[in-house]
């Protein structure tokens, strides 16, 4: 009887210990992003869920079966690690699915993938739009555009701003030299105001929406405000908006005037001809 019992217990041990070799690895890993270009900084972090005294997680990136990159990376006390690297230099120029490996101890591995694109892949363009200025003629806009072609510049009355059209074929960068004469951002003490950046996007599902996002400004003169915006993939338009464009600004500030003064000659009149 006490023999059975024994062989049981060793069948129940021999049994627990095979389901616990049987567990999922004890490493995640996971990048901040799923497309990256080239120059573009790549965070990559993941978990130990049990961490085995100073052993380090071995990391490796391959493409196609290629190695890419390697490190050897540090856990920290809570089970986390991470590890930063540009995207650029000689191995970084074929576009293609880039798999990310990591190993910790005894067999314990995870992967994940993410999409690279070369910079070589995405021609820029570098010409003058010609912009509509009504009565004052017209204006030319300098751009710069990587990942897409620039279809019309066109002047947004209601809101003080362009509109620039664009044919995104990829996600892409474009910078646009503002004449100030045309269209700038003030505050009431003359200083430069930020401009408003609205992209007209659609969405994974297929739906048309409209988002406010940022922007970077290089390069302020006395003249010009050079942007630098990015966009994504199949974005529609980019719209600016100041505080200030002409000529339709300068024509609704003469219209208002106008009837301003139409409305005090007709009072005046009113009041006179009470008066008699």
Do not use: C
């Not at 992003?33 to 965070?43: A, H």
């Not at 576009?95 to 892949?121: C, L, P, R, W």
């Not at 048309?208 to 050079?226: A, H, K, P, W």
Request: a negative charge; proline letters at 2%; aromatic letters at 8%.
């Amino acid at each position: 009887m006490h023999i059975r019992i024994f062989y049981g217990f060793i069948i129940l041990t021999m049994i627990s210990g095979g389901t616990a070799f049987a567990q999922t690895s004890i490493i995640s890993v996971e990048t901040d992003d799923v497309v990256y270009e080239e120059g573009d900084p790549i965070l990559i972090s993941g978990y130990i869920s049990t961490i085995i005294g100073e052993t380090q997680v071995t990391l490796q990136i391959f493409l196609d079966g290629k190695l890419i990159e390697i490190a050897q990376l540090q856990v920290a006390k809570d089970g986390n690690f991470s590890h930063i690297l540009l995207a650029q230099g000689p191995m970084w120029q074929t576009e293609g699915i880039y798999v990310v490996k990591v190993s910790y101890g005894d067999g314990h591995s995870a992967e994940t993938n993410f999409n690279f694109s070369s910079q070589m892949d995405l021609i820029e363009t570098t010409d003058n739009e010609v912009v509509n200025a009504g009565s004052s003629g017209t204006f030319d806009v300098k751009y710069a555009i990587k990942g897409g072609e620039v279809e019309k510049i066109t002047i947004d009355p209601q809101n003080f701003g362009l509109i620039v059209r664009i044919n995104a074929l990829n996600d892409g960068i474009i910078t646009l030299d503002l004449p100030r004469e045309y269209i700038d951002a003030e505050k009431q003490n003359g200083s430069d105001e930020e401009f408003i950046v609205l992209i007209e996007r659609i969405d994974e599902k297929g739906d048309l929406g409209i988002i406010q996002t940022t922007y970077e400004e290089q390069i302020t003169n006395s003249e010009f405000r050079v942007l630098t915006i990015n966009f994504e993939e199949n974005d529609l338009e980019i719209q600016i908006i100041g505080t200030y464009v002409v000529p339709e600004f300068g024509t609704i500030v003469m219209i208002i005037l106008t009837v301003g003064i139409l409305s005090s000659i007709l009072l005046t009149r009113n009041r006179l001809q009470i008066k008699i």
